[in-house]
Every structure is written in structure tokens, then in C-alpha cells.
């Protein structure tokens, strides 16, 4: 799996490259992360990416040619051009099912936007996927483009030790429940008890009071996914794009 991440603040991404799921993932070679510096393709002679935007209005956009000729030549390296993500509070918002598929496109470059956003021309010309990773507005996609890295590199398969152990994830489809639950030792810590059934041995019962205790959490939390709508991002979009 290969990332390309295009960023105006390439300093923040070593610290999170070098955690060691990630980091082990890099090193045994099953995962590539290349970090672009955009502001090494501007042709302003002030190095500036960024411009007020025409009608007016507060902050800054960021330019169309550094963005776009940075993109387009990393997209000439490596076998494939990849599938690009812009990643901003404007796009469809990330789900588990749409994780899923983005794992299979072995190729991503993502966007990470800054000040007011993009020049338009940016999506006109690379019509990348936009993705906002939740209803909140960040400094920037740097966080945003970590996220969507971090939620795909653990769907690789040889990078989480056992192979299917995000099965039991909450949001993957064959659980689209909260998780139930987890105790460890001691039993016993300031008067509170691990439940009786999971000292019992008795794995249909505890696979039983497991499917209760999810089933009440997701009720309290999050009764939308006991019956979800059409997926905001997901199959639709994979029929879209396809
Ligand atoms: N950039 C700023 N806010 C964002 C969000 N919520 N999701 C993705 N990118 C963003």
C-alpha cells in the first residue's frame, strides 16, 4: 500500500509515520508513505502557495499550479497514478465501509488543504475524492490525511498480527454494533468485578452476553446504526467512481 500525502507542513508527519504499528509496517516494507512539500512546486519567485481569494472575503486560497504540478508529478511515479483525496470539512464523511474500500486501491494521494481551501481549479482539474473526516473544522487535512492513513494501513493484511483482527471492529460490516465490554487482570480493582459469565469458560454464553452488551450500548449511543440509512460514503460511491 502506498500513500503520497501533498502538505504545506511536512514536519508534522514523521512523529505519527514513526509509531510503531505504522513504523513496523514501513520497515518490513508492506506499507510506503512519501511526504510532498507543495510549496517546492510553486514557481512564485517568494515561494508563496497562497493568494487572497477574487470577490473578496477573509484568509487565503491556496493556488492552483503548485497543487496541481505537484500532484501530477508524483502521479508519474510509481505503477499507478493512485486514486486522489482532498481532505476537507466539505466532502462525504468517512465511514468504515468506505475505509474498506479505499484499502483495495493499494494507492492513495492525499491532499492536505490549509487556510480557506483550495483554488476551484484544483478539483476541476484533478477531480480528486473529497473527504471530511467528521462535522468539525480542523486547522487543516494534516490530522485528517493521519486518519485516513491510519484506518487503512490496519485493513492491510500482514500489518495487524493476526489477520483478521479488526473483524470484531465496531463499524466493519459484519459488526456494525458498538464493541462490547473488555476486562483483563485483576479480577477484583477498588471493589469492581469482572462479570461473572467471562470467568465461566462458557463460550456460547459469553458470546451471548457479548452480543447483548453490544446490542445495549449501540442502542443508548448510537441508534442509528441498528438501522442505518443508505451509507453516505460507501457503496454508492464505489459505483460512482467505478
Ligand atoms: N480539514 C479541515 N477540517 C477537516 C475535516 N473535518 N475533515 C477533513 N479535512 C479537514
Not at 26 to 36: A, K, L, N, T
Not at 183 to 194: A, F, I, K, M, S
Not at 225 to 232: G, R, V
Amino acid at each position: 500500500m502506498r500513500f503520497d500525502v501533498v502538505t504545506l507542513f511536512p514536519d508534522m508527519f514523521p512523529g505519527y509515520l514513526g509509531q510503531s504499528l505504522l513504523n513496523k509496517a514501513i520497515e518490513r516494507g508492506f506499507v510506503q508513505v512519501h511526504i510532498h512539500d507543495v510549496r517546492k512546486w510553486t514557481r512564485n519567485k517568494h515561494q508563496k502557495v497562497d493568494d487572497r481569494p477574487y470577490g473578496g472575503g477573509p484568509g487565503m486560497v491556496l493556488c492552483v499550479q503548485p497543487v496541481v504540478e505537484c500532484v501530477e508529478s508524483i502521479q508519474q511515479q510509481g505503477d499507478s497514478p493512485g486514486h486522489v483525496i482532498l481532505l476537507t470539512p466539505q466532502g462525504r464523511p468517512l465511514n468504515q465501509q468506505r475505509v474498506e474500500q479505499l484499502v483495495e486501491r493499494r494507492r492513495l494521494v492525499l491532499l492536505c488543504g490549509r487556510y480557506e481551501g483550495f483554488d476551484q481549479r484544483v478539483i476541476d482539474l484533478l477531480q480528486p475524492e473529497e473527504i471530511s473526516i467528521g462535522d468539525y473544522v480542523l486547522n487543516g487535512g494534516e490530522v485528517a490525511a493521519m486518519v485516513v492513513i491510519d484506518a487503512v494501513i490496519r485493513l492491510v493484511p500482514e500489518v495487524l498480527g493476526q489477520a483478521d483482527s479488526h473483524r470484531d471492529d465496531s463499524f466493519s460490516p459484519g459488526n456494525r454494533w458498538l464493541e462490547s465490554a473488555q476486562y483483563t487482570r485483576p479480577r477484583e480493582y477498588r471493589g469492581l468485578t469482572v462479570p461473572q459469565v467471562l470467568l465461566t469458560g462458557n463460550h456460547e454464553e459469553i458470546a451471548r452476553w457479548r452480543r447483548e452488551q453490544s446490542y445495549e450500548k449501540t442502542k443508548q449511543r448510537r441508534a442509528d446504526l441498528l438501522d442505518p440509512p443508505d451509507s453516505q460514503i460507501g457503496a454508492q460511491e464505489e459505483k460512482e467512481r467505478s
